[in-house]
């Protein structure tokens, strides 16, 4: 019961966080009028300006400083005020607890987290790199240092990953991969089925399961890369298919697969990489016991020379 509670409180979590945009986008341009009513809403609070009676989408005061920017008015202006650094739409923060997983969102501008313990080469941000995350409440934070982090891949065994510029928001309570910088990085983001892959070179070396409005990535408490029984059963569905293949074609080794693939020699035949590293990494008994020999019968200094001779 406890367990379940504990998942319950992680979906509500993550289902309400919202992703890191960078201010200034198309928000609110969806063609209800761009000013702020006139009628007032006594019980919000602008999460731009701070003033309570109107909602962010319909701040005067924002779509003036996007007026501004447009006419290049503040380009040379540099960390003096919050409004001044680029602002960007809180996921969750000011939260008690912390959600351990990593998460890919094809909203997020950088890779976000709260912990500065699991990052490499730290170091404190500059001034011209900092940037306001605002919390669904309206609280404003910035970050604090800067880092990579190395995740291991729970698709391919043994695999590291590295991202690189993690910022660490203290405040924050989820951990956020950009897709947006892995696709800059020649990556592939996937998304579909209720999980995103995230694929490189043409072979899958992430996966994340759909959670909300984000994809997670699970961590045990020693830091390893696993599955749960759904991400499991999506996972087992590409090796599968790999090992499927494997016994149609009598066997086939998993290189001569993979070239048969990779150079399209048959059609009808979509394996990725990633799923055939994953095959052929398991044991096939019926390729074990084929490839074994018998050894020849000893040798007998008798012989028979009638029928039935022993």
């Not at 696709?183 to 070179?201: E, F, P, S, W, Y």
Request: aromatic content about 6%; glycine content about 14%.
């Amino acid at each position: 019961m406890a367990y379940d509670s504990a998942e319950r409180e992680a979906s509500r979590k993550e289902t309400t966080a919202f992703s890191a945009r960078r201010g200034g986008g198309n928000a609110g341009s969806s063609g209800r009028g761009q000013g702020a009513r006139t009628g007032g809403r006594p019980n919000v609070t602008c999460h731009y300006c701070g003033t309570p009676g109107h909602f962010m989408r319909d701040c005067r005061k924002r779509l003036a400083d996007q007026g501004s920017k447009g006419r290049g008015g503040d380009g040379k202006q540099r960390g003096g005020s919050a409004s001044a650094m680029p602002s960007k739409l809180a996921f969750a923060l000011g939260g008690e607890s912390h959600l351990k997983d990593w998460h890919i969102d094809s909203g997020s501008e950088w890779h976000i987290t709260y912990d500065a313990s699991e990052l490499k080469n730290v170091r404190a941000v500059k001034a011209e790199e900092l940037f306001n995350v605002i919390g669904y409440d309206g609280s404003r934070h910035q970050p604090t240092h800067v880092g990579s982090c190395t995740l291991k891949s729970n698709v391919i065994e043994g695999l590291e990953i590295d991202l690189l510029n993690v910022y660490v928001v203290p405040k924050a309570t989820v951990k956020l991969i950009s897709a947006g910088i892995l696709d800059d990085r020649g990556a592939k983001v996937v998304l579909g089925d209720g999980k995103a892959l995230v694929q490189h070179q043409g072979r899958t070396i992430l996966q994340g399961e759909k959670v909300g409005n984000l994809y997670a990535i699970r961590y045990n408490a020693a830091g390893r890369s696993v599955s749960d029984s759904r991400s499991c059963a999506a996972t087992g569905s590409v090796d599968s298919a790999a090992a499927l293949w494997h016994r149609r074609l009598g066997h086939l080794g998993f290189g001569s697969l993979e070239r048969m693939c990779r150079e399209n020699m048959v059609t009808g035949m979509e394996l990725d990489r990633g799923g055939l590293a994953a095959a052929s990494s398991r044991i096939c008994e019926p390729c074990i016991y084929a490839k074994q020999s018998r050894g020849p019968f000893p040798a007998t200094g008798h012989k028979a020379v009638k029928p039935l001779g022993l």
